[in-house]
């Protein structure tokens, strides 16, 4: 009898035993799906409202020079892109009229500035009807900027303004509206804004394409980083971390402050996002957040 209790409690032991080993395999088999991410949260912050514009960049003033008599030019001063001062003697011409003798005649800046177009060569002819040089002053600049018909209420004179250019990525070139075109383009619904610019490095070059923003005004909104957001044609979701595991949410998104995106939908501040690992997740997928 005594031998039969042993053999029981043995029996009940060893499948106890059993019991919790399979509950462990289970339990690690169950981690083992759980889908490794890392998430942000959700939170509301105080975004700028910002008008973009494109344009080009144009000289502030630039004038062409043209000799005041026809004649061969005998010397040169100057060259390209060097900087010259009003009444600077840039080229001498001699009249070239039969029979008669003439002094050089100098060919001088009207204006101070930066040679911008040489078209003189020792030994050509020259005539005032064509322009043998352009100065065009380029320590301040000008941004021809394209206003939309429907933002033009919101552009004002002095308004601060942030240029970049494609030459310098990353860098900010700050002005300020100085005048505003009254007449609207019928074609592209667009009006000019003339955005003065200090350009003491010469950096910034006439001609070059550029972007710019204003601020319009301030907003409350909802941001998430924007490697939340995933992209499947025009549909834009992330997945949002509800206890052990995750749901699909459809988003709209709005403006981009550096690596943040306004967010709207069915999110809240405080909400969990996954940041990192999306791409092996589905709607329901069980994760692990990692630190």
């Given amino acids: 009898?005594?031998?039969?209790?042993?053999?029981?409690?043995?029996?009940?032991?060893?499948?106890?035993?059993?019991?919790?080993?399979?509950?462990?395999?289970?339990?690690?088999?169950?981690?083992?799906?759980?889908?490794?991410?890392?998430?942000?949260?959700?939170?509301?912050?105080?975004?700028?409202?910002?008008?973009?514009?494109?344009?080009?960049?144009?000289?502030?003033?630039?004038?062409?020079?043209?000799?005041?008599?026809?004649?061969?030019?005998?010397?040169?001063?100057?060259?390209?892109?060097?900087?010259?001062?009003?009444?600077?003697a840039l080229a001498h011409l001699i009249q070239d009229v039969p029979g008669m003798e003439f002094s050089?005649?100098?060919?001088?800046?009207?204006?101070?500035?930066?040679?911008?177009?040489?078209?003189?060569?020792?030994?050509?002819?020259?005539?005032?009807?064509?322009?043998?040089?352009?100065?065009?002053?380029?320590?301040?600049?000008?941004?021809?900027?394209?206003?939309?018909?429907?933002d033009l209420a919101k552009v004002k004179i002095n308004v601060p303004v942030l240029v970049q250019v494609d030459t310098y990525p990353g860098k900010i070139f700050r002005g300020r509206v100085s005048q505003i075109s009254p007449l609207l383009d019928g074609r592209s619904r667009t009006a000019t804004a003339k955005v003065v610019l200090a350009n003491l490095n010469l950096e910034l070059k006439p001609g070059m394409f550029a972007r710019c923003s204003i601020e319009s005004g301030k907003r409350s909104s909802l941001v998430i980083p924007l490697d939340a957001v995933i992209h499947r044609g025009t549909l834009q979701y992330v997945y949002k971390i509800e206890g052990d595991s995750v749901s699909r949410m459809a988003i709209q998104t709005g403006a981009i402050v550096d690596s943040l995106v306004e967010v709207s939908g069915r999110l809240a501040a405080g909400d969990q996002v996954v940041v990192y690992g999306q791409n092996l997740l589905r709607d329901g997928s069980l994760v692990n957040i990692q630190p």
């Fill in 1 to 88: 009898m005594y031998k039969y209790f042993i053999a029981i409690i043995s029996i009940i032991f060893l499948a106890g035993c059993g019991h919790q080993q399979e509950k462990q395999v289970e339990t690690k088999a169950i981690a083992e799906q759980r889908i490794p991410v890392k998430a942000a949260t959700v939170v509301e912050e105080e975004i700028s409202e910002r008008i973009k514009m494109t344009g080009e960049i144009a000289s502030l003033r630039q004038i062409d020079i043209l000799p005041t008599a026809a004649g061969k030019i005998i010397d040169e001063k100057v060259t390209l892109g060097q900087k010259v001062k009003k009444g600077q």
């Fill in 104 to 150: 050089p005649l100098a060919i001088e800046a009207t204006i101070s500035g930066y040679i911008t177009r040489d078209g003189v060569e020792v030994g050509a002819k020259v005539s005032p009807q064509r322009a043998v040089y352009t100065i065009s002053q380029i320590d301040s600049v000008y941004m021809l900027a394209r206003v939309m018909e429907s």
